[in-house]
């Protein structure tokens, strides 16, 4: 019954906006437009992120003058046409999904035709058009969750490598990916024992599976117990695909007396140009992101006090489906003595349902 209400909904809202859109050339679908919204509202609401582009581009305006600009993975367009406000003599704007299509319309109703060509196209399927040979700046938003999670990393790499110019940029231009204790729990309590039995079955496998499953999250900045650790600094205009998946060693002070509970991972991004533009923070203490932070549940509560150190080797390794993490780690205080223990986490499917 709930399964049929809620196809009906749906059907009921793709009428409503195929009544509201109506037709046009590109005989957009009332699918398209549903999909466009679902994928692109995230975008507009993560204004801390948005308006940092825009702030960027602004106080860069002189890199954008009469410049060529290619952006990778474009969505709504709303990042082309700032680089066209800006003055950028052209801009090619690439989107391999359909919702392209209303991107060209956006760039239409804003009059901004005559310098973007928006292109429904697989990066490595790409013409330059005009007898184009490189680009003057790409523009992506190429994080992801846990920075390299869902991204089109690989994408910006890929042009960098065949279109951007010597001397060219990259919007952003760097990250650092971070990782700190917390004693918010990402595990639920009872998530044994709502997968353990139900209506007389035995369902613990997927409560196993569970807890092996990072969570994507806004975490309490409260309940951060220590410093944070630097596991990699991601430079778009050296990074190669090998760096993407990495092992090294960390340490974290504690900075106060709490139960450690959680591994959190969170990054932070900056723009070439201007030195005195802060860097943008998806951390705990910041404003919350699209990205949220990546919590990451310990097997044990550990009782830290301050200046105890849980260490460890964190390890990634990035596919295009998933990121796999293997973290060991080891704490001892005169409370609790943990020599080695390893915790295997994968990120896969819809992060918002992580």
């Avoid at 005009?130 to 999670?149: E, P, T």
């Amino acid at each position: 019954m709930l399964n049929s209400i809620c196809l009906q909904n749906s059907n009921q809202t793709l009428r409503l906006l195929g009544g509201l859109i109506g037709k046009s050339d590109c005989e957009i679908s009332p699918e398209t437009y549903a999909t466009f919204l679902k994928t692109q509202e995230v975008y507009v609401r993560d204004r801390a992120t948005m308006l940092a582009f825009k702030d960027a581009m602004e106080h860069n305006a002189q890199l954008f003058k009469g410049s060529v600009v290619l952006e990778v993975g474009c969505g709504s367009g709303i990042l082309s046409m700032w680089a066209a406000r800006q003055g950028a003599k052209r801009v090619i704007a690439v989107e391999p999904s359909d919702i392209a299509q209303v991107a060209r319309q956006l760039v239409v109703q804003n009059r901004l035709d005559n310098v973007i060509q928006v292109f429904q196209a697989k990066i490595e399927l790409l013409k330059l058009p005009g007898g184009l040979k490189c680009v003057d700046i790409i523009l992506s938003k190429w994080m992801g969750a846990c920075l390299m999670y869902n991204s089109v990393i690989e994408d910006v790499i890929y042009a960098r490598n065949k279109w951007l110019r010597p001397g060219g940029s990259i919007f952003p231009q760097s990250a650092k990916l971070y990782v700190v204790a917390t004693e918010q729990d990402g595990r639920p309590s009872d998530v044994g024992q709502r997968w353990a039995h139900f209506g007389g079955l035995n369902l613990s496998r997927i409560g196993r599976v569970k807890t092996h499953l990072p969570e994507v999250t806004d975490v309490d900045n409260t309940k951060i117990l220590t410093k944070r650790h630097l596991l990699r600094s991601l430079d778009m205009r050296i990074v190669k695909h090998e760096d993407l998946s990495f092992e090294v060693p960390f340490r974290l002070r504690a900075v106060r007396q709490a139960f450690a509970s959680s591994f959190v991972v969170f990054f932070d991004f900056e723009f070439p140009g201007d030195k005195n533009m802060p860097a943008v923070s998806t951390s705990p203490s910041g404003p919350s992101t699209q990205w949220k932070q990546s919590l990451f549940p310990l097997d044990a509560h550990l009782p830290m006090r301050v200046d105890d150190v849980l260490k460890g080797n964190f390890k990634i390794v990035r596919s295009q489906l998933h990121l796999d993490f293997d973290i060991d780690w080891s704490f001892a205080n005169d409370l609790v003595t943990v020599k080695r223990h390893k915790q295997i986490y994968r990120m896969q499917g819809n992060t918002a349902s992580i």
